[in-house]
């Protein structure tokens, strides 16, 4: 038997899609992962402009408290002190500048914001001299312009701390969007990875299953030889012998005109003929069986009829003092079931338990036919059947220690079975040695 190796298609493409996946996955989550970095960057960015802007803004303060404290006590360390702010302060506003560079917006506002605040210290410096010197009116007109300048300068920097906190914001929100496309994309990803691996555990397994199966039939299929080669050997060696043997002794009887004794071995090779035909009949039925080639065909017909013709045949095969007879219960004749495996299946029980039950047996072919359900049985008080053997009963070859010298396959059993299944019956059966035996099968009729 030739073996297909390669796996199915279905099983590299499932392969191939879910590795697909794994990278398309492990893409987007690269890509999402950098898009995400950048944002933290952006975030972090932006809180180092607003930090500057609010160092400027303090430094201005500072500056102005300092100018003021001078103005009172007239001590150095306090002109000390604003000069110190002075310093850091065009300090931050170069790095101010340095960190908008890339937002023409906020850049142009720190070229005003530079200006004004130049144009403001450029006021102080030259105011620091004549502080003390100023009367009362030009104190007054100072601190206006002053606070004029300082106006301009602070709506500068909120609006540079504005714009900052509206991006802030902006980056937020984009970051919970995109937080959520990443968490969806990966979920997604893993969710559709693990169905397709999934799906393919299934097809591996059904792989796996199919090619048990068609081991264990190629198994069957060789175990099936062998037992026909053994039986062969055996079962078809000694008949032929036999016949072989009575058809010299018919010869011998037939030259000395003893024709009784050429008659009764006529008969015996009639009846080991039979035998052999029997056999081979068995493994034919098996061989359609495992093929596929028996499909049932549901009519209907008269199953009373049918068992009366199978007794009145059997009664030919019947050993000196065994009786046969048929029962029919109920008012119903008919039944839809395939007629020929019906037929098959009582013979092939009705043969075993003439071959099988003894001398002197009662064998008794029953029917109980109603409107929804047939049950047919075949009962003997022979012999019977081992408790501890029963189990095996249906097995193909499997033949009970009590036969003795009785030809057969072993597979009778196996192939009523079969024909049971096939017509969606049940095959049953009880056995009290010497005592009683029954086979029944039944088969629900309802449509």
Same mark, same amino acid.
């Given at each position: 038997?030739?073996?297909?190796?390669?796996?199915?298609?279905?099983?590299?493409?499932?392969?191939?899609?879910?590795?697909?996946?794994?990278?398309?996955?492990?893409?987007?989550?690269?890509?999402?992962?950098?898009?995400?970095?950048?944002?933290?960057?952006?975030?972090?960015?932006?809180?180092?402009?607003?930090?500057?802007?609010?160092?400027?803004?303090?430094?201005?303060?500072?500056?102005?408290?300092?100018?003021?404290?001078?103005?009172?006590?007239?001590?150095?360390?306090?002109?000390?002190?604003?000069?110190?702010?002075?310093?850091?302060?065009?300090?931050?506003?170069?790095?101010?500048?340095?960190?908008?560079?890339?937002?023409?917006?906020?850049?142009?506002?720190?070229?005003?914001?530079?200006?004004?605040?130049?144009?403001?210290?450029?006021?102080?410096?030259?105011?620091?001299?004549?502080?003390?010197?100023?009367?009362?009116?030009?104190?007054?007109?100072?601190?206006?312009? &002053? $606070? =004029?300048?300082?106006?301009?300068? #602070?709506?500068? /920097?909120?609006?540079? @701390?504005?714009?900052? *906190?509206?991006? %802030?914001?902006?980056?937020?929100?984009?970051?919970?969007?995109?937080?959520?496309?990443?968490?969806?994309?990966?979920?997604?990803?893993?969710?559709?990875?693990?169905?397709?691996?999934?799906?393919?555990?299934?097809?591996?397994?059904?792989?796996?299953?199919?090619?048990?199966?068609?081991?264990?039939? &190629? $198994? =069957?299929?060789?175990?099936?030889? #062998?037992?026909? /080669?053994?039986?062969? @050997?055996?079962?078809? *060696?000694?008949? %032929?012998?036999?016949?072989?043997?009575?058809?010299?002794?018919?010869?011998?009887?037939?030259?000395?005109?003893?024709?009784?004794?050429?008659?009764?071995?006529?008969?015996?090779?009639?009846?080991?003929?039979?035998?052999?035909?029997?056999?081979?009949?068995?493994?034919?039925?098996?061989?359609?069986?495992?093929?596929?080639?028996?499909?049932?065909?549901?009519?209907?017909?008269?199953?009373?009829?049918?068992?009366?013709?199978?007794?009145?045949?059997?009664?030919?095969?019947?050993?000196?003092?065994?009786?046969?007879?048929?029962?029919?219960?109920?008012?119903?004749?008919?039944?839809?079931?395939?007629?020929?495996?019906?037929?098959?299946?009582?013979?092939?029980?009705?043969?075993?338990?003439?071959?099988?039950?003894?001398?002197?047996?009662?064998?008794?072919?029953?029917?109980?036919?109603?409107?929804?359900?047939?049950?047919?049985?075949?009962?003997?008080?022979?012999?019977?059947?081992?408790?501890?053997?029963?189990?095996?009963?249906?097995?193909?070859?499997?033949?009970?220690?009590?036969?003795?010298?009785?030809?057969?396959?072993?597979?009778?059993?196996?192939?009523?079975?079969?024909?049971?299944?096939?017509?969606?019956?049940?095959?049953?059966?009880?056995?009290?040695?010497?005592?009683?035996?029954?086979?029944?099968?039944?088969?629900?009729?309802?449509?």
């Amino acid at each position: 038997m030739k073996k297909d190796k390669k796996l199915p298609a279905i099983i590299y493409a499932g392969c191939g899609f879910s590795l697909l996946l794994v990278i398309l996955v492990g893409v987007t989550s690269l890509y999402f992962s950098e898009r995400q970095k950048q944002k933290e960057y952006r975030v972090e960015h932006t809180y180092q402009v607003l930090e500057k802007v609010h160092t400027v803004y303090h430094h201005l303060f500072e500056m102005g408290m300092d100018r003021q404290r001078f103005r009172s006590t007239g001590e150095n360390s306090f002109f000390q002190s604003y000069n110190n702010h002075s310093d850091s302060l065009l300090n931050d506003l170069s790095l101010l500048q340095g960190l908008v560079v890339d937002n023409r917006g906020q850049f142009l506002r720190t070229i005003v914001l530079k200006q004004r605040i130049s144009d403001l210290l450029m006021f102080w410096a030259g105011d620091h001299a004549n502080l003390k010197d100023y009367d009362a009116t030009s104190r007054v007109r100072f601190t206006l312009t &002053e $606070k =004029e300048k300082l106006d301009k300068i #602070s709506l500068e /920097i909120a609006s540079m @701390s504005d714009v900052e *906190r509206g991006l %802030l914001k902006r980056l937020g929100n984009s970051n919970i969007v995109l937080r959520q496309w990443v968490e969806f994309t990966i979920t997604a990803g893993i969710l559709l990875i693990l169905i397709l691996v999934c799906f393919l555990i299934y097809f591996i397994l059904q792989e796996l299953k199919n090619r048990i199966n068609a081991y264990e039939k &190629e $198994k =069957e299929m060789n175990q099936l030889k #062998s037992n026909f /080669i053994s039986l062969a @050997s055996h079962e078809f *060696r000694t008949p %032929l012998s036999s016949i072989l043997l009575s058809t010299s002794l018919i010869d011998k009887y037939i030259s000395v005109h003893d024709s009784a004794n050429a008659s009764k071995h006529s008969q015996k090779i009639k009846t080991t003929v039979g035998n052999m035909n029997s056999i081979l009949e068995d493994f034919l039925s098996l061989e359609k069986l495992n093929a596929g080639k028996i499909n049932p065909v549901f009519r209907h017909f008269d199953l009373v009829d049918l068992c009366e013709e199978i007794t009145e045949e059997m009664q030919h095969i019947a050993k000196p003092g065994q009786t046969l007879s048929f029962e029919h219960v109920g008012t119903e004749k008919t039944v839809n079931l395939d007629r020929n495996l019906v037929r098959n299946a009582i013979v092939n029980l009705v043969a075993n338990s003439v071959k099988y039950a003894g001398e002197s047996a009662a064998i008794i072919l029953k029917v109980d036919i109603s409107a929804d359900h047939v049950a047919i049985s075949i009962t003997d008080n022979g012999v019977g059947i081992a408790e501890n053997e029963q189990k095996e009963l249906f097995t193909p070859f499997y033949r009970i220690n009590n036969t003795g010298n009785i030809p057969g396959t072993g597979l009778g059993l196996s192939i009523v079975s079969r024909y049971v299944n096939l017509m969606k019956g049940k095959l049953s059966f009880s056995s009290v040695p010497n005592k009683k035996t029954c086979f029944e099968m039944s088969f629900s009729l309802a449509s």
